[in-house]
């Protein structure tokens, strides 16, 4: 009896172990592999948990804008990696490269990105 109990308490532990691990999302099939460049304003930098997050204004070129939003990676990493809440000001100029949804919507993943000033953030090569 002690046997089949133990094994059913390890089954319960790893189905709910498993369950954990799925819970964060993966974009694999969701993210294009190759990097793609915007230029515009920065409306909003979200540095929170769980991901952080970058708004861009971007002109469309019909006179209008266009939102990116741009998903980086947690606060405490991105600490580790020298970076904090005022990396990234509303109102400055950045190229900001991302690899974008499939679906082709403004959005994607931060890679890097250029200031107006020449500073770089992340990786740009």
Excluded: C
């Amino acid at each position: 009896m002690k046997k089949h109990f133990f094994i059913l308490s390890v089954s319960v532990l790893i189905g709910i172990i498993g369950q954990s691990a799925m819970a964060h999302h993966s974009t694999v099939g969701q993210i294009e592999e190759f990097s793609v460049e915007i230029e515009g304003v920065v409306k909003e930098f979200q540095f929170k948990n769980p991901h952080s997050w970058i708004q861009v204004m971007v002109a469309d070129g019909n006179g209008g804008e266009t939102e990116w939003s741009v998903e980086w990676l947690i606060p405490n990493i991105l600490m580790r990696q020298g970076y904090n809440p005022s990396t990234f000001q509303i109102g400055e100029v950045v190229r900001v490269k991302l690899r974008q949804h499939v679906s082709g919507s403004p959005m994607g993943e931060f890679d890097g990105a250029l200031k107006a000033d020449g500073a770089v953030v992340g990786r740009w090569e």
